[in-house]
């Protein structure tokens, strides 16, 4: 048995996992809150997924460092060891960058909402306190109009017929665009100690590169046949780019346009969720994260945990060879119509039946995993985080 | 004009309505708090329906004094003057009772989970003070299953060809429930100043009542051929327990069922949308208080507020001589999966797009609403209300 220690409410193992550094810290409040006084308890318990995600949009609203530290407890009261934080996108660039101030001056919504140095930090540090990585998204070369607000060059001027309509990705044939990425890297090396880095690479408007004339030329140039090879393109130059020793993390678009990954990427599936996808990615040496059945934004009347509990990838491919390179998974919250006043009411504690799915065994009644859900519920109550009730009518006494 | 007094946020006028005792008190912080400093101003702005209101259901889910004076807080703020208080239901009886205090010492989820007579001051006086008459739902016959946990001789027992199969709506045939219902009636006529009373009379479980023998005999007996007739029956025995000069309301499951109904009486319509229908009702002499397409408790990834503001029920009648019968409608906050962490973000702003349908003129472009949704969002954030993002990415400065 791993030697213990017990820190109320939270038990936690001397012994830091292969996959996470930290030494894993548990919720078991059962064991110290419960009338029952324990002198010493031997616990067996393991994790079936090691990569158990949570995937935070802090670009479509902004999101308090309270609210993110809000988070970060919550999940370390359900299991889950990821914040995959998606810190900028379209619509506001909310990370201050030494190297680009003008990045965040220019592409937030407001110098308030804003993440300065000391802002990422408390977020990295209380992570690494509740054994919790933090999985940093720069979303390239789609999702990065806020970054043209600074900087316009960057991105592609897209065209309907002669006339100019607005920017779309970044251009995959400006120079710039790679320089300003590689200085940029380097800094979030810096500043997040986490060796998996998201470069993103979904959603690429690739008709406004296609509109382009310029683009045109040079695809004709290079004899470039497809803007999906110019995605390609793109991200093999960017992709070297990464500080030495980073693992790529990227959307499955980037596999699916044939990109060469380096060995041990991590594909990220958000759309697909058949055998064969599946398969396919892990056959081709990458490991998955899958999300394609968490979404947290899809909303249902009177809930939808227990969408998410009968969701398991791993049961999807049902191939014993290649199930493992199924790393985890990641609830997703896409922040279009999330902030701090619905973000932790609309988390918990739907985020919790997906981090027991990723922790537990396959299989698991729903129906005793009701019972648990609103005993979690009740206990994140307990804790400060606003869960909302999970299974129809009922009583929680906070 | 009218005569006017200023009180920072808001803005009464002296006069009363004809519908609604107090003053009405409207936000008005775009002339407070703007930059521009008012001396004197006349305003002429009228609401186009007299009822407009929110149904809070503190069954399902209690929820605390504190959370419905906020929620009172923020009607004000949206022009709303009706709290439907739907205050007990199946799953537990939070009303406390001086004349029948079991009902809630046995039939509350916890003696903490109980509004005391205080309690209901409290909630009675905010609303006053803020022009919002408060309307109580005692709903009969269904519904009614947290008032046998104290008196289970009220309800009827169903069966299972010849096996007892739990307890279903109060039983018509017993003159006991009828006894109690007065003697309630008339403590709740002192508790709540409100001249309309809700006996609800909505989702009447008839497959109990007629698999009840000694019901069935009582049926023979008194020459009753169907269960609807007794629904008729229990409803038309029940209403003139109200204490006099009380209007009741109902849910149209009563008018559909032809119970005579006294004039002034408001039918709740909740399940039809049809012209026909609203005819029907209003042109039996009855005023309609509407809610269909305004269920809050019924969900839509990214967003719903449209819909809510589309639908407009004197629109689907299309009947000048009638329209006027509609005196409003509810918004609906059933409360299964909502109780204090998400009830003012579930609610707000989605119910203030209710509001603006009902307060003002027909028609009104959904862009135009769209930008003043938003405000209103980030004025009740600003004022402390919890109102989640209604329109996709921005930023509110609180």
Redesign the interface.
Known sequence: MLALYLRTPTLCTQEPSLYVSKSPCIAYDRLVLSEVRINATSIRDWPRHPHRGLLVDT????VTVGGLLRILDAMSYSKLNVLHWHIVDD??FPYYSERFPNLSDMGA??W??VYRPGDVQRVVHAARDRGIRVLPEFDVPGHTRSWGVAYPSLLTKCYVGNSMNGLGPMDPTNRQVYDMLKDLFAELRQVFPEKYFHVGGDEVDLSCWASNPQIEDYMLKNNISSTNQLHALFMNTTIPLLSAGTIPVVWQEVFDERVPLPNGTLVQVWISNSRDYLRNVLSSGHRVVYSTCWYL???????DWGDFYACDPREVLRDSSLENDIIGGEACMW?????D??LA?RVWPRAAAVAERLWSAAGGAAAAARHRLEEHACRL?RRGI????????????V
Do not use: I
């Not at 670009?59 to 902004?62: L, M, W």
């Not at 934004?297 to 809930?303: A, E, F, R, V, Y």
């Not at 922040?335 to 902030?339: A, L, P, Y």
């Open positions: 670009s479509r609203h902004f619509q506001s919504y407001h308030s909402a934004d899809h909303l249902k009347s009177g809930g922040g279009e119509v999330v902030d006043t619905n009411t109550r606003p869960a909302q009730p999970p299974n129809g009518p009922g009583f929680c006494l």
